[in-house]
């Protein structure tokens, strides 16, 4: 009789565990095209960009070093990709991206620099753990995706 209940607690532990195992959440994720949002089309004929943090430029000394390093990063993809030239003024620019880059989720948002900062709604935007380390940016890849289809309609 011991044995018995033993087993039959035992069971209901797997069971429990298995129920709580399923119905956690998952990871958001990043890098799939049906959750990338469409690039406004409005910004498609743009040319400079200027990269920057929620919580300043790059060059102030208040900045957390992980969005330094976020903005360094987006600033390198925008080069290699070659779509924008990369711009160190805002009012210099077309197109201004937002970035933050925290342990548990990192942000990279679009504005329409003529607007920005007092129109300060994004037009393109998208979140995702790890979304911008210097080693993979799958954030910016899904920016360059949603950018080729705003151009090839």
């Known amino acids: 009789m011991k044995n018995r209940i033993s087993s039959g607690a035992a069971l209901i532990v797997v069971l429990l565990a298995t129920t709580f195992a399923l119905a956690a959440p998952k990871p958001p994720k990043v890098n799939t095209p049906q959750n990338v949002p469409a690039f406004p089309g409005t910004l498609v004929n743009a040319r400079y960009v200027y990269v920057t943090s929620y919580d300043g430029d790059q060059f102030n000394p208040n900045l957390l070093p992980e969005d330094r390093q976020a903005i360094s990063t987006v600033q390198d993809a925008m080069q290699k990709w070659g779509k924008f030239i990369v711009v160190y003024e805002p009012r210099q620019a077309d197109i201004v991206l937002m970035v933050m880059s ?34 993979e940016t799958p954030l910016l890849t899904n920016l360059e995706k949603a950018f080729e289809q705003a151009t090839t309609k």
């Open 102 to 135: 925290r342990s548990s989720e990192d942000v990279l948002a679009v504005y329409d620099a003529h607007g920005w900062p007092a129109d300060s709604q994004y037009l393109w935007r998208m979140m995702g753990r790890s979304g911008l380390q210097p080693s």
